[in-house]
């Protein structure tokens, strides 16, 4: 019989016959035990070292640029006065950045995924589990604006996914209605459950600590397939070695050769970003340190038998393998995402943003020192006598109410010469090259000091407009490097790991929009593709008028004009409405009836007796059937909490409410006419305007600064 791992998933129509826990058997045998790939790994293990040795300069260099973003002053400053001043330049272009970036990538909408699926049906319940991971990871608060820092002070962009899972010893009450007194008092019974959770988990890792082979690899994957490898440095301590040989992750023997290694004083000659990171946050280590082990996480293609495979090597040094595996994900990938922030041609890894930026900061910080010492000696004035004439010079003493014995005629006050102000001068051209350099513009910083006029509306909108430009590029790079790949890779590994249902959340209007859903384990490959979508649902206010003005074209126009097409607007009417209401307003604002779902009155006759739930109405139930079920059910029960009385009330308003509506729209059809009067709506193309002598909103484009959507310039009136 033919092993699943040959079929292609993609092209299957329906799942194969396979046993998984056969391919995990596979995929858990231990490699290094045979003589041949085990002299392959130690060769290996020599070419790792050379190439972390390759480049140490590029990871020492990335440490000089982390004491920029840090504040730090370093050797290289030229300036050794009494100031010790460091202007944050770089340190607030980048947080200018990581704050455009951040909120280009996650919309306020809080809609970031976009599903492709084979039958067009979009699903609903695929789409909140990888929406549900996105929070759980804390990919807004945590994750991305970490990536967005190590973007551009290291040129990298590196994520690690991977899957974890933590036990919970919760403990509940659950009511006993079966069990009620006399009194009516319902007792409470005492339960304990454990409950383990398993989602993805997302890690930043330092570019200093990866190592892709060869380096003029244009992807992880050619370098692979030329035969290299890549490899992660990692930092284990001596509880998370005994964990790793506990969970069978490394071999018994090989870990306890590594612990007994880690006893004696062994020498870390790699980069540690981590210390710079710790030192920066303003936590000392103690003397000595933190001890730990440097450990080698390599992926590579191994020959084992008649065919090349994706393994996981563990190296704990030149002897000691600690583990060599096929790879252990059913996908077959990597955990590893890594792109370049700026790509070189023939080079896997890019250049840091901070290159260009570097000297200019140094000549900065000297300047903004010599300009502080300057400034404190024009503070003080200067006295000069005659000594001959004024013998008592040790008399002269700065007091208050102070007697000088002197020649007044041969005394005279000097002031020191006000160099601080070119000083600052020098400063403001620093930063505004930096700022260039970066692509920060002045919209992007707070309170800026060099705006002294208030903008006009073009100002406005050229902002707007090269907001987007410069933000399109490296934004839709991590998005297609990085997200979209990690989206994919965390549906995949819930496809491998997850094998029971899950109850996701989705928010809304309590009692109306609120409702826990079940997602099924997602068939992996078929049917289904994830795509980051956050950029392209981010729009400008310059966007939303054009969107305005166009949709009211398409309304005039005829449907014979478009024959064998029809028009739907709703997409671009909910998409509008999020965009200015956002996610939680937006479904009430403009609902969807197929979402009207309406609970079965023997559904909710179960929850209100038995998990004791005070239930909402919905306002598409049939009342009147759901009253004649539940006065059955409380005949049945007696209703000892209460809740079907309390629920058939709200029935009956709902009923006095809907015939009241009912009433009115009588009424209103029979006076004729639209309710609320008025005329047509706004001719094709026209905007909402204030009446005459009125003022727009604020931040309104006016029309003639509005750019086309395709980014082409406005062209000018008389030359259509």
């Not at 002299?39 to 004491?67: A, H, K, P, V």
């Amino acid at each position: 019989m033919a092993k699943s791992k040959k079929l292609n998933p993609r092209t299957e129509a329906e799942p194969q016959d396979t046993n998984p826990a056969v391919d995990d058997e596979d995929r858990k045998e231990e490699l290094s035990d045979k003589p041949e790939v085990m002299e392959s790994l130690l060769e290996m293990y020599r070419e790792i070292e050379t190439g972390f040795e390759n480049q140490y300069d590029r990871s020492n260099e990335q440490m000089d640029f982390w004491d920029l973003y840090n504040c730090k002053l370093g050797m290289r400053q030229y300036y050794a006065g009494n100031s010790k001043i460091f202007v944050p330049i770089v340190h607030d272009a980048i947080q200018a950045r990581v704050t455009r970036f951040s909120n280009q990538i996650f919309p306020q909408n809080g809609r970031y995924i976009e599903v492709t699926t084979m039958d067009g049906e979009m699903p609903h319940g695929e789409m909140s589990l990888v929406e549900h991971y996105i929070k759980k990871t804390k990919m807004r608060t945590v994750v991305v604006p970490a990536l967005l820092r190590n973007g551009d002070v290291e040129g990298q962009y590196n994520v690690y996914v991977s899957w974890r899972e933590r036990k919970r010893h919760v403990t509940f009450k659950k009511p006993r209605p079966e069990l009620v007194d006399q009194a009516g008092q319902v007792p409470d019974d005492v339960q304990h459950e454990t409950i383990t959770e398993g989602r993805p988990h997302v890690e930043v890792i330092a570019d200093s600590d990866i190592l892709v082979l060869p380096h003029t690899a244009d992807t992880m994957s050619d370098a692979l397939d030329a035969g290299g490898s890549v490899t992660i440095l990692r930092r284990w301590s001596k509880s998370k070695i005994k964990q790793m040989i506990e969970n069978e992750e490394i071999l018994d023997d090989a870990g306890d050769t590594l612990l007994e290694e880690m006893a004696g004083e062994k020498a870390a000659v790699a980069i540690n970003k981590q210390k710079v990171v710790v030192d920066a946050a303003g936590i000392k280590l103690t003397q000595g340190g933190m001890k730990h082990a440097l450990v080698y996480e390599t992926w590579t293609n191994l020959t084992i038998g008649n065919e090349r495979r994706l393994c996981k090597i563990y190296y704990g040094s030149e002897k000691i393998v600690l583990s060599a595996r096929r790879n252990p994900n059913w996908s077959d990938k990597m955990n590893l995402f890594s792109c370049s922030a700026e790509k070189i041609q023939g080079v896997f890894k890019g250049k840091s943003k901070l290159v260009p930026c570097e000297q200019i900061q140094i000549y900065a910080n000297d300047a903004i020192n010599e300009a502080a010492d300057s400034s404190m000696f024009s503070m003080m004035p200067i006295v000069m006598t005659d000594p001959e004439r004024n013998p008592r010079i040790g008399s002269m003493v700065l007091s208050l109410a102070a007697v000088w014995e002197c020649d007044p005629q041969s005394t005279v006050f000097a002031k020191f010469p006000d160099l601080w102000k070119a000083g600052f001068e020098i400063v403001a051209s620093c930063k505004a090259q930096i700022m260039q350099s970066l692509s920060v513009s002045p919209a992007a910083i707070t309170q800026s000091a060099s705006q002294k006029a208030k903008p006009s509306q073009a100002d406005i909108a050229r902002e707007q407009q090269v907001d987007i430009l410069t933000t399109a590029d490296a934004v839709t790079l991590i998005e297609e490097g990085i997200l979209t790949p990690v989206v994919n890779f965390m549906v995949e590994l819930d496809h491998q790991y997850r094998s029971e249902k899950l109850m996701i959340r989705q928010y809304g209007e309590k009692g109306l929009r609120a409702k826990m859903d079940w997602v099924d384990p997602i068939q992996m490959d078929k049917k289904l593709s994830y795509r980051w979508f956050g950029v392209e649902q981010a729009r400008s206010a310059m966007q939303m008028q054009q969107q305005i003005s166009f949709a009211n074209v398409l309304g005039s126009i005829p449907p014979d004009k478009y024959p064998g097409h029809r028009l739907n607007l709703i997409p671009m009417i909910t998409q509008m409405v999020e965009n200015v209401f956002g996610p939680r307003l937006a479904p009430l604002i403009f609902e969807d009836e197929k979402a009207q779902m309406t609970i079965p009155p023997d559904t909710e006759n179960e929850w209100m007796v038995k998990f004791n739930l005070n239930l909402a109405i919905h306002p598409m139930d049939e009342d009147l059937q759901h009253l004649q079920e539940h006065a059955k059910a409380m005949q049945q029960t007696g209703d000892p909490l209460g809740n079907i009385r309390a629920h058939m009330a709200r029935h009956q308003f709902q009923m006095q409410l809907k015939q009241q509506a009912m009433l009115a729209q009588q009424v209103a059809q029979m006076g004729g006419g639209p309710p609320g009067g008025g005329g047509g709506g706004p001719r094709p193309g026209a905007q909402s305007r204030p009446p005459r002598g009125g003022q727009g909103p604020p931040g309104m484009v006016n029309r003639d600064q509005l750019t086309a959507a395709s980014g082409a310039p406005p062209q000018l009136r008389g030359r259509m």
